[in-house]
């Protein structure tokens, strides 16, 4: 055994971990989930018992950037803390993290059988391991655009046929920045959905802050992302 900030992990956590005693977890949506975060050093320190799907397919230390959908702009995101705050509450769990968010994808773009949506099948099924959950931040290229009137019905065919390809999971979704107005309205279809959709929960972005852009989380507010996104996956999960 040894000891890691988190808690006690086996030394046999690492990417060369049988793929079945993996819990992994599928990451969907736009650039807040993809990450733009600034990449610090201690960003690209490895975490025991921590791993990611890479773009190769193959399972490696789990790093920032996690995602490479724009690999000149990706950056820090939520999923690493997430993983260790998920892990923290069972240490010796191998936590996987499976990238297949696109920034800028609307909501459409997610359709089923369209390539986004067949690219994250694919990569979970290839992943192995036990998937235990959804992560989901999406909506802002949708209120951009004023499709935000339909879009909790339209999220639900998309998850709806997502959790009948990859596996019926809890599925965790965020709320867009506050930050910027033009937001609000997709927020609140969000918010409603553990209301309308089953094994859903919603994650306040409340006193999380933009980059200069208006667009983005930081890091430091990505990073608290994931550590409330942990804490509303545990309570959907249970005794997991």
Partial sequence: MTMTRFGFVSLLASPLLAQSSRDVFLL???SNMAGRGVVEAADKLAWPGISVFTKAK???P?????????????????G??????????SPMKEIGLIPAAMGGSSLQEWSPAGPLFTNAVERTKAAGGRLRGILWHQGEADAVAGL?????????VVMTALREAVGDVPVVVGELGRFNAKYAAVSEQLALLPVRYPRTAFV??????????????????????GRRYAHAWLMLAGNW
């Fill in 62 to 78: 789990a790093v920032d950037p996690l995602h490479f959908d724009k690999p000149e702009i990706a950056g820090v995101g939520l």
């Fill in 148 to 156: 935000e009137s339909t879009y909790a019905e339209r999220w639900m």
């Fill in 204 to 225: 306040s972005a409340g006193g999380l802050q933009a980059k200069a852009d208006g667009v983005h989380f930081d890091a430091p507010s990505l990073k608290e992302f």
């Fill in 80 to 89: 690493r803390t997430f993983a260790a705050t998920v892990q923290k509450h």
């Fill in 28 to 30: 969907a949506g736009q």
């Fill in 58 to 60: 193959v399972w490696a």
